[in-house]
């Protein structure tokens, strides 16, 4: 085959793309992004010896995430930038080396770009180089959980918030990919992700909420104005705000797209005016929703779909995203800000969005919002007014069983809560599905990014009730995934103790049948079935 990629749940016929994968990636792009893992295994390995020596150096960390972050499913497809990034690595990796005056046999300590082809290199590396499925299962779990683990760090590192002991853990579990490890050894790094995923969410949520405020409870319009727009898409609230700043005054207005729906629900970006409203719906309807927006779009991260010629003129990258002949916007020099002169320019001269919706949809309920209206949720329960909340978080996709959530939605009893974080919300968060006594049965949290929110209600709401179990509260998980950001929280909440988890709508392909087995005897974590028998075993708390 001429390339293996396993790590999305698009992965083709459910076992992997072995031509070219679902997501758009080419042959070529896989192979570099193989081979650039493979590097940055190499430099884990240096850096834990720093580590070791006392000598480790967090920027070792920060371009770790980076570059993980660039494998991300729709993420970057753009092999120059991938190629730059194997070169950063193995520089990195050599200088480190010779500080330390550190020796090996491992080839992937040793390895130089110059040695020899990209490609054949890169079939030698790849994912199914380990022959060993079970082996090559649970290092490519800890390996996609590392990578949605980058993704959260790196968000927070923008905002200057990071943490050296999470940064060594991510290059300590990286190395540890490329020992003989044992079942047990290899379980233990998996959930220890899990547990380093909580603290990088924290540090994530405390990022923004520091930098932008609490989310609060928003009112965010779906329907457009006459003037010039520009589309911003992603997660990067830096990004976001810099934007909004540059083109105050321009007469250009602002939507959000996709994951970028939650930064309404943050108080410092309230005061922008030209700040109007969401356009569109979930990452992967992006190709006929760039079309119709008519403006300029900017890609803060993934997820950038193949590119089509609609629009091809007037989308932009920025961060780790990257999509081949697509204009990049570069980094900020210390102190500075990105450059988005040239958007807000093309966005002058283009037609006002084309009105695909018209309404309002409800969101900002992260924890602080929810813990604002403890009582009343408390009371909810106590009275029997909500029977049970259903965590509903995660991603959207193509995959036409994901009507399954939708259907969820819409059959679930009236004294039902949904609490949702990510772009799985799409499938019903413009449903009319009422509230009890005020609180809304759809309490979105945010960006898959805010699941850090969902973890801290049930551990407040296990506090309020004085329990001793999270499982013994009236919350059932129903989650959907689709990247490796949502293996990351998927760990997190099995660190947490969570049991019981619904996955779909397909369990990974990355999860070998001994795995898997693994994780539903000790979590019980099972896949959707039939929408009315899965409410009625929720409801029963199982």
């Known amino acids: 085959m001429s390339m293996f990629c396993f790590q999305c749940q698009e992965a083709a016929k459910g076992s992997g793309c072995t031509v070219a994968g679902v997501c758009g990636k080419q042959e070529s792009t896989a192979n570099l992004q193989d081979l650039l893992i493979y590097v940055l295994k190499g430099l884990a390995v240096v850096a834990s010896e720093a580590k070791a020596q006392g000598k480790f150096d967090d920027t070792a960390g920060l371009f770790t995430c980076q570059a993980l972050f660039a494998t991300i499913t729709n993420a970057n497809f753009d092999n120059d930038r991938i190629k730059g990034l194997i070169k950063e690595a193995i520089t990195k990796r050599d200088a480190l080396k010779a500080e330390l005056a550190f020796t090996s046999d491992s080839d992937c300590v040793n390895w130089n770009d110059s040695e020899t082809n990209y490609t054949v290199k890169a079939t030698q590396v790849g994912v199914l180089s380990q022959a ?40 300590e579990a990286l190395a540890s990919t490329t020992q003989e490890l044992s079942v047990d050894e290899m379980i233990g790094q998996v959930l220890k992700c899990g547990e380093f995923g909580v603290a990088g969410m924290a540090l994530l949520d405390e990022a923004n909420t520091t930098s932008y405020g609490n989310p609060e409870l928003t ?63 979930a990452w992967w309807q992006q190709d006929k929703e760039f079309t119709s927006f008519n403006g300029p779009i900017l890609m803060t991260t993934n997820c950038i779909t193949p590119v089509k010629d609609a629009y091809k003129d007037r989308i932009y990258t920025t961060g780790m995203t990257g999509w081949p002949g697509v204009p990049h916007i570069g980094e900020r020099s210390d102190g500075g800000s990105k450059n988005f002169s040239a958007i807000i320019a093309q966005a002058k001269t283009c037609a006002a969005p084309i009105e695909i919706e018209r309404g309002e949809i409800v969101g900002g309920f992260a924890h602080a919002q929810v813990m604002a209206l403890a009582d009343k949720v408390v009371d909810a329960v106590k009275s029997g007014a909500i029977k049970r909340f259903v965590v509903m978080a995660g991603c959207d996709g193509r995959h036409k069983t994901r009507s399954y959530y939708t259907d969820i939605a819409e059959a679930l009893p009236q004294d039902t809560v949904i609490l949702t974080a990510g772009c799985a919300k799409y499938r019903y968060n413009k449903l009319n599905l009422g509230d009890i006594g005020g609180i809304p049965r759809v309490l979105d949290a945010g960006q898959c990014n805010d699941s850090y929110s969902l973890a801290y209600i049930a551990l407040q709401l296990k506090e309020v009730f004085g329990l001793d179990d999270i499982n013994d509260l009236p919350i059932s998980y129903d989650i959907a995934w689709y990247e490796q950001k949502a293996v990351i929280v998927l760990l997190a909440l099995l660190f947490l103790g969570v049991k019981g988890i619904r996955l779909g709508p397909t369990l990974p392909a990355f999860l070998s049948p001994n795995v898997a087995k693994v994780l539903v005897e000790n979590f019980d974590i099972k896949a959707i079935g039939d929408v009315q028998a899965d409410i009625e075993a929720m409801l029963a708390g199982k």
């Open 132 to 171: 060993n499925e079970d082996v090559r299962s649970l290092r490519e779990l800890l390996i996609y959980g590392l990578k949605g683990l980058a993704a959260y760090l790196d968000h927070a590192a923008i905002l200057g918030f990071e943490k050296s002991e999470i940064y060594e853990f991510l290059v």
């Open 219 to 281: 009112t965010v319009n779906i329907g457009v104005s006459d003037k010039p727009g520009i589309l911003i898409s992603g997660h990067d609230l830096k990004d976001m705000e810099e934007l909004l700043k540059q083109t105050e005054g321009t007469g250009v207005d602002v939507y959000t797209h996709s994951e970028m729906l939650p930064a309404h629900y943050y108080p410092a970006f309230k005061k922008y005016e030209h700040f109007v409203g969401n356009y569109g719906n």
